[in-house]
T-cell receptor, first 113, second 114 residues
Framework: NAGVTQTPKFQVLKTGQSMTLQCAQD?????MSWYRQDPGMGLRLIHY???????DQGEVPNGYNVSRSTTEDFPLRLLSAAPSQTSVYFC????????????FGPGTRLLVL | GESVGLHLPTLSVQEGDNSIINCAYS??????FIWYKQESGKGPQFIID?????DKRQGQRVTVLLNKTVKHLSLQIAATQPGDSAVYFC?????????????FGTGTSLTVIP
């Protein structure tokens, strides 16, 4: 199993540009989530999904959209990038039910100029 | 919102010594707690977890202690090795109607001195 994969690893955007961060998992996990990590802030939940067709907002959803058309994929879309979205983005997945181990991807480093 | 905090942002220990990393949480309804290790340039990696109906759980060289009375969580690493140098996060989950939301602390940076 590849686990959780993310692409791209690095990205530079100009303010106002849009892009999609890709996330895929091959563990048949129902739960997937997106976090951003900023210095001194810890991981903050952006959006999450408990299964295909179901998404919900986390702590910091503004400026981001998600969809979950398949169990495997959970893309994160930035509609109009802003410098405040410069961060490292992590995707994670886990099996269904309470608790359970979250497996994280390697991250995408995004710089918005 | 929830708050999950760490008492010490940095910790340096000699190789072979034991390390203790502490964490405070605020939501008494949280029922599951996890410790993660994050090496530079990588994603967080699961270390050990504990449910709220337990007060201690042991793994390989690691032990997690949960004190629900004071809402405190700790990670003990025995015989710390250079490969243990990383940032360690605690996380808690509070079940919602649509699933679990995880809340992470800011992290403690552990440096092992050879």
């Amino acid at each position: 199993n590849a686990g959780v994969t993310q692409t791209p690893k690095f990205q530079v955007l100009k303010t106002g540009q849009s892009m999609t961060l890709q996330c895929a998992q091959d563990m048949n996990h129902e739960y997937m989530s997106w976090y951003r990590q900023d210095p001194g802030m810890g991981l903050r939940l952006i959006h999450y999904s408990v299964g295909a067709g179901i998404t919900d907002q986390g702590e910091v959803p503004n400026g981001y959209n998600v969809s979950r058309s398949t169990t495997e994929d959970f893309p994160l879309r930035l509609l109009s990038a802003a410098p405040s979205q410069t961060s490292v983005y992590f995707c994670a997945s886990k099996g269904g039910g309470a608790g359970g181990t979250q497996y994280f991807g390697p991250g995408t480093r995004l710089l918005v100029l | 919102g929830e708050s999950v905090g760490l008492h010490l942002p940095t910790l340096s220990v000699q190789e072979g010594d034991n390390s203790i990393i502490n964490c405070a949480y605020s939501n008494s309804a949280s029922d599951y707690f996890i410790w993660y290790k994050q090496e530079s340039g990588k994603g967080p990696q699961f270390i050990i977890d504990i449910r709220s109906n337990m007060d201690k759980r042991q793994g390989q060289r690691v032990t997690v202690l949960l004190n629900k009375t004071v809402k405190h969580l700790s990670l003990q690493i025995a015989a710390t090795q250079p490969g243990d140098s990383a940032v360690y996060f605690c996380a808690e989950t509070a079940r919602t109607n649509t699933g679990n939301q995880f809340y992470f602390g800011t992290g403690t940076s552990l440096t092992v001195i050879p």
